[in-house]
């Protein structure tokens, strides 16, 4: 089954909240081009909240990812295709962060969002369809 808007949304926030979080917890602490007078608990402040820009920009790609496969026969899109979003995805959360959340790295920013999105979009593509069985039939919903 293809998944539904609904069940898109619930993985997303499942997959950047668990997947990304983990993930920004471990590699936080050895991200480049951090100065070293800015100490580690604000550099955690920083990729937390740019993990929370990247959330809610998502959210919003999902809704135009929806209105754009509506014109897809199948209603979704290749799984390659799932990756390479994240360069248009990437590039809007990178001009938003420096809005919202002073001093951003480039090469922090760089590392941070291209590691976290291929772990998350492997985790979807993945793991998630080999734990989570009943997942995919139910429309990418978790609950």
Aim: positive net charge; hydrophobic residues 55%; charged residues 10%.
């Amino acid at each position: 089954m293809t998944p539904t808007l609904l069940g898109r949304i619930q993985t997303r926030i499942f997959v950047i909240v668990v997947i990304g979080g983990l993930w920004t917890a471990l590699v936080t602490p050895i991200l480049p081009g951090v100065p070293s007078e800015v100490s580690l608990a604000d550099t955690y402040g920083i990729t937390l909240r740019l993990l929370a820009v990247v959330l809610v920009l998502g959210l919003v790609w999902e809704l135009a990812y929806h209105a754009l496969q509506q014109f897809r026969w199948e209603k979704d899109w290749p799984a390659l295709f799932g990756l390479f979003t994240g360069i248009n995805e990437g590039i809007l959360a990178w001009f938003v962060a420096n809005l919202v959340i002073d001093s951003i790295p480039g090469s922090a920013f760089l590392v941070h969002f291209t590691t976290t999105w291929f772990i998350t979009w492997f985790w979807v593509n993945g793991p998630m369809r080999v734990l989570s069985l009943r997942w995919r039939y139910r429309g990418g919903r978790l609950l």
